[in-house]
Nanobody, 119 residues
Framework: QVQLVESGGGLVQAGGSLRLSCAPS????????VAWYRQAPGKQRELVAS???????NYADFVKGRFTISRDNAKNTVYLQMASLKPEDTAVYYC?????????????WGQGTQVTVSS
C-alpha cells in the first residue's frame, strides 16, 4: 500500500521557520509531481506550492518570497521550507504527490501535519 509520510510541523513564533518533509512509505516508490496544500479551520484546502519531476516550481502569491519547495531525488523526498511565518499560515499542511509504484503512477495524499504560528 502506498502512503505519503509527512513530518516537520509544529509550533513556532511569528517570524520563525519550519521545514516540512514528504516522502513515500517505501523507498522503491518514486515521487513524481508533488504539491503542498494547506487547510485552516473553517476554510477550504488551498494550494501552497508545487514542484514537477524536473524541478519546476510554482507558488501561491501568499507565500512567494517566504516559502521554498525543493526535492532531493536521491532521498526521494520533497521539502517545504517555510520562513517569515505569520499567524495566518496556521493550518494543517498536506502533501499531494503522484507516486510511481507497482507499475503505475497514482495521486496520493499525506495524513497532514499541523503548523501553528503564534503571534
Amino acid at each position: 500500500q502506498v502512503q505519503l509520510v509527512e513530518s516537520g510541523g509544529g509550533l513556532v513564533q511569528a517570524g520563525g521557520s519550519l521545514r516540512l518533509s514528504c516522502a513515500p512509505s517505501e523507498r522503491s516508490f518514486r515521487l513524481n509531481d508533488v504539491a503542498w496544500y494547506r487547510q485552516a479551520p473553517g476554510k477550504q484546502r488551498e494550494l501552497v506550492a508545487s514542484i514537477s519531476t524536473g524541478g519546476s516550481t510554482n507558488y501561491a502569491d501568499f507565500v512567494k518570497g517566504r516559502f521554498t519547495i525543493s526535492r532531493d531525488n536521491a532521498k526521494n523526498t520533497v521539502y517545504l521550507q517555510m520562513a517569515s511565518l505569520k499567524p495566518e499560515d496556521t493550518a494543517v499542511y498536506y502533501c499531494n504527490a503522484h507516486v510511481y509504484a507497482f507499475g503505475t503512477a497514482q495521486p496520493y495524499w499525506g495524513q497532514g501535519t499541523q503548523v501553528t504560528v503564534s503571534s
